[in-house]
């Protein structure tokens, strides 16, 4: 709700503690009983193994993604330097990100939060990935494997399912969707970092 969005900088981002692989201040996920509908759509959502090739109905829509790549690959060279890796995530975060009808600004300011663009961090209590999502969210809509959480698009949808499946259940309230992704539901500090990070990678054009 934009009347929640005060722009704190949150006490909690500070140096990061050191750790094998990389280590992520993110990820607090509370694993909850699922009602048997709501597990069967998100593992459906989870085995639609599409991949991440963007479709347009018309030219305009496709320059309009076309001029937001561009955009994005410029402002996030200093994070991922190689050109192939930062396009190819950056398809990959569009393309799951409209899947789950979520903002990709918003998905991006996520990852800047949770896990400063890593693909390999790893939160204190177990959180993997770009996403920093919980090992039991596998177990609980995916094959149990959760190793697969380190591979970019299982790490991603898996995340942007998850961001959705919170907003549905808070009826729309992004404030306490993530506060509920990062197991901090009505506090704050983690929502309005989440809303500070997303202007980083707002565009007027998609």
């Excluded at 990852?111 to 919980?134: L, T």
């Excluded at 809303?195 to 990678?201: D, I, T």
């Amino acid at each position: 709700m934009i009347s929640r969005r005060k722009l704190l900088i949150p006490a909690w981002i500070g140096p990061l503690a050191l750790s094998f692989p990389e280590q992520s201040w993110a990820g607090g996920q509370i694993e909850e009983p699922l009602a048997d509908a709501v597990r069967s759509a998100l593992s459906a959502a989870i085995a639609n193994s599409a991949p991440p090739v963007p479709e347009f109905a018309t030219t305009e829509a496709r320059l309009r993604y076309l001029r937001w790549m561009g955009a994005m690959i410029f402002r996030l060279r200093k994070r991922k330097p190689d050109f192939d890796t930062r396009r190819e995530f950056l398809q990959t975060v569009w393309y799951e990100s409209r899947r789950a009808g979520l903002d990709v600004s918003l998905v991006l300011g996520l990852i800047e939060v949770e896990s400063g663009f890593r693909k390999y961090a790893v939160s204190p209590v177990g959180a993997r990935g770009y996403m920093q999502v919980m090992p039991f969210w596998a177990r609980l809509i995916g094959d149990g494997d959760a190793s697969k959480l380190f591979h970019m698009q299982t790490n991603l949808r898996f995340g942007c399912v998850i961001l959705r499946h919170y907003l549905d259940r808070e009826r729309g309230d992004l404030f306490l969707a993530l506060g509920r992704y990062n197991g901090s539901r009505g506090r704050p500090e983690y929502p309005n970092a989440v809303f500070a990070a997303q202007r980083n990678w707002r565009y007027d054009g998609v």
